[in-house]
DNA sequence: GCTACCTCTGACGTTAGTGTCAGGTTTCTA
DNA sequence: TAGAAACCTGACACTAACGTCAGAGGTAGC
């Protein structure tokens, strides 16, 4: 399939997948013309890079660990990193679930606030 | 306490808390000679820009929603931003968590892979 | 072969949250 | 009271992941 395709599957736009390529992050063949042609499995390719932007990880990073992804053979430093980002995500995830827990609590007492037009500070 | 002290116990930077100042979302009394002075509170209130920051809330949609955060009283539209933010946050909860398992996926089979010198790619 | 749409490269722009430096004032400590 | 350390404003720098634009060429339906 062409950039626009794939663009429009993964919901990522071209420019992004350009900017993939730059990094070395995402390959594609490339017809006579120069257009760029990717295979289906470009499409996961696309989504693992995104959650893994997502994840906070940079593109050196993701391009670093990305053949361990892929291939799932790995050299022991790399591995390492790999266990670094995991508890980096683990963190992310416990303090967003406590920004959650913030979020609800000031979103009962506001709505509690207006609706009997008492003010009532979240606790 | 001054600008320092706030800095270091809160772990974030001089710089950084005199931004927030510039966008609003932290204010401080001045001395005479034009030195910040903040309250205790202020530290609490630097640890919920920083989580807010961390889940992606922009410091204007962050100055919106910190009146109602701080009093607990908001006003509809401003509840419905609450509300807005905290699905994000649900979202984002739970891509890392897919993202987690991913990885813990890739360091397992990379793992096995090193051990045991025969490839395995993750499933 | 015309038209509309897609793609190419290259380059500069944007946003957000700082880092850093300069040049000057204030506060603390010995 | 001197010197070190902290603080002030203002300004420019930087990074990352794109957005956007220009100008040119490629592709597909009729």
Chains 1, 2 share one sequence.
Do not use: F, W
């Not at 594609?28 to 990717?38: I, K, L």
């Amino acid at each position: 399939m062409r950039i626009g395709e794939l663009a429009e599957r993964t919901g990522v736009s071209v420019r992004a997948l350009r900017y993939y390529e730059e990094q070395g992050l995402l390959a594609a063949q490339r017809s006579e013309s120069g257009q760029r042609h990717y295979e289906e499995h470009a499409v996961g390719r696309v989504r693992l890079i995104q959650q893994l932007y997502a994840a906070g990880i940079s593109s050196a990073s993701i391009l670093e660990m990305l053949p361990c992804v892929v291939t799932g053979v790995g050299a022991p430093h790399v591995i390492d990193k790999l266990r670094g980002h995991r508890s980096s995500v683990v963190k992310q995830i416990e303090e967003l679930q406590e920004t959650l827990l913030q979020l609800d609590n000031v979103i009962v007492s506001a709505t509690a606030a207006y609706e009997t037009g008492r003010p009532c500070p979240p606790s």
